[in-house]
């Protein structure tokens, strides 16, 4: 088939790279604008759209997809179908309606669970068992369209949302293509999804991701993966704010208040409603990440201090 691959950051890549192996004709990548990035703020270009770039691939970058321009030059490619993997953007009715099989998504999670814009870090965070990814025609409403094909993913007990969004890139990959493939020889079948079962996964915030320590150790936990490596978990000590990487709750350690600090010559742990957690990477403002027992040494805690 004729296609334009529609999609943004690095996990879109193990689906371009995907497309390219299978025979379909890659037309162009639709991706979002060039942003800042870096202390400079120099324009980068998308991970999706380097690797279009690489290729020699027309590149495709609206405002919005509904501007007029990017439609006529659709219209004017004329494509099949157009796969999408995480592009960031409404796709208005106007340009679902150009192309003769519409949009089919990639999403990251089992639909209909998880719908919006950070499935993933919303199963890790609710401590969900298995996932997956779905494929999916891509419609109006919110990631609510007719499902072509699923995989499911078990998350494990330290998977990190980056960790586990890795995994899923690659193996949905696969399925996207084995969609593209049935759509081509007509055999595919759209199922409605079900009307039970929604839950919505929006975008995580800063706030999101402050650590509560008046939770469990099991809450913490899952916070913090659900929080790596974006939008970055954190706390404060001494009025300063400090990145956290995974922690590791610790069943058998003395129980701490929520948020006190205990330093040990080969750990650092922080209390929680229930047993602590030990700390593992720390990142204070302005600072190389280090482990927690370095930056504890370098901090000298006083017994007592907590983590608000």
Known sequence: MRLIFAGTPAVAVPSLDAIAASGHELLAVVTRPDAPAGRGRRLVR???GAWADERGIEVLTPERPRDPEFQERLRGLAPDCVPVVAYGALVPPTALEIPKHGWVNLHFSLLPAWRGAAPV???VLHGDEVTGASVFELEAGLDTGPVYGTLTEQIRFNDTSGALLERLAVEGAGLLVAVL??????TARAHP???DGVSLAPKLTVEDARVRWTDPAFAV???IRACTPAPGAWTTLRDERLKLGPVRPVANAPALPPGELLVE???VLAGTATTPVQLGEVRAAGK????????ARGMRIEAGERLA
Request: proline share 7%.
């Open 46 to 48: 998308s991970p999706a």
């Open 181 to 186: 493939d049935a759509i081509e020889a007509g």
């Open 221 to 223: 936990d899952r916070r």
């Open 121 to 123: 870090q919303h199963a």
């Open 288 to 295: 190389k990440a280090m482990s927690a027992t370095d930056w």
């Open 265 to 267: 010559r080969k750990q």
């Open 193 to 195: 999804q079900p009307h």
